[in-house]
């Protein structure tokens, strides 16, 4: 159980679509307007957990080039979702001039993000820990890397209002980004 908690972090919670957007949004809107939206992502992730548990990802790959049309879809998802982020302009001033994003947008995001997919059948397969307290460990997990990731979005939310900080920071988060489809690729 200890190399599954200590394995998730690394896995999961390394930066992705997931953690990226959820450090955006409490940056661009503050703690407490990005809880709902941080909440739809801990719930599709919890979702996308409990799929790969049901065998869901397995099944998917027994089909005949599955696994590379997946990889391959999640590394050009990855790559589109760079150049928005890398393209995106510096952050309104006033977050209470644009709704924040909701439960549902977190929640499809959650959902559509191929690296949690495998980045999740990667630690859930890599456990021999029975599946229910795995499947438990692994979503007390995905609530803290969610969580933390919030903190250090809204924690940094001057540093991307600045235009100068706000576009070094947009390409690094999109070259993170590229790093992870390359690896996925691989």
Same mark, same amino acid.
């Given at each position: 159980?200890?190399?599954?908690?200590?394995?998730?972090?690394?896995?999961?919670?390394?930066?992705?679509?997931?953690?990226?957007?959820?450090?955006?949004?409490? +940056? %661009?809107?503050?703690?407490? /307007?990005?809880?709902?939206?941080?909440?739809?992502?801990?719930?599709?992730?919890?979702?996308?957990?409990?799929?790969?548990?049901?065998?869901?990802?397995?099944?998917?790959?027994?089909?005949?080039? &599955?696994?590379?049309?997946?990889?391959?879809?999640?590394?050009?998802?990855?790559?589109?979702?760079?150049?928005?982020?890398?393209?995106?302009?510096?952050?309104?001033?006033?977050?209470? %001039?644009?709704?924040?994003?909701?439960?549902?947008?977190?929640?499809?995001?959650?959902?559509?993000?191929?690296?949690?997919?495998? +980045?999740? &059948?990667?630690?859930?397969?890599?456990?021999?820990?029975?599946?229910?307290?795995?499947?438990?460990?692994?979503?007390?997990?995905?609530?803290?890397?969610?969580?933390?990731?919030?903190?250090?979005?809204?924690?940094?939310?001057?540093?991307?209002?600045?235009?100068?900080?706000? /576009?070094?920071?947009?390409?690094?988060?999109?070259?993170?980004?590229?790093?992870?489809?390359?690896?996925?690729?691989?």
């Amino acid at each position: 159980m200890l190399a599954l908690i200590l394995a998730a972090p690394v896995v999961m919670g390394s930066p992705g679509p997931s953690t990226v957007s959820v450090t955006a949004v409490g +940056a %661009a809107f503050g703690l407490r /307007r990005s809880l709902a939206y941080t909440a739809g992502l801990v719930a599709g992730t919890a979702g996308v957990l409990l799929a790969v548990a049901a065998g869901v990802m397995a099944a998917l790959l027994t089909i005949p080039y &599955a696994q590379p049309v997946l990889l391959g879809a999640s590394a050009l998802y990855i790559l589109w979702l760079a150049w928005r982020i890398a393209t995106a302009p510096p952050l309104a001033d006033d977050p209470g %001039a644009v709704a924040a994003p909701s439960f549902v947008a977190g929640f499809l995001l959650a959902i559509a993000n191929p690296k949690a997919w495998f +980045a999740i &059948a990667a630690v859930f397969a890599g456990s021999t820990v029975p599946a229910a307290p795995k499947v438990a460990a692994l979503i007390g997990m995905i609530v803290l890397i969610h969580a933390a990731w919030l903190l250090a979005g809204a924690s940094f939310a001057r540093l991307f209002r600045h235009p100068t900080a706000a /576009r070094v920071t947009s390409i690094a988060f999109a070259l993170v980004l590229v790093a992870t489809a390359a690896a996925t690729v691989l």
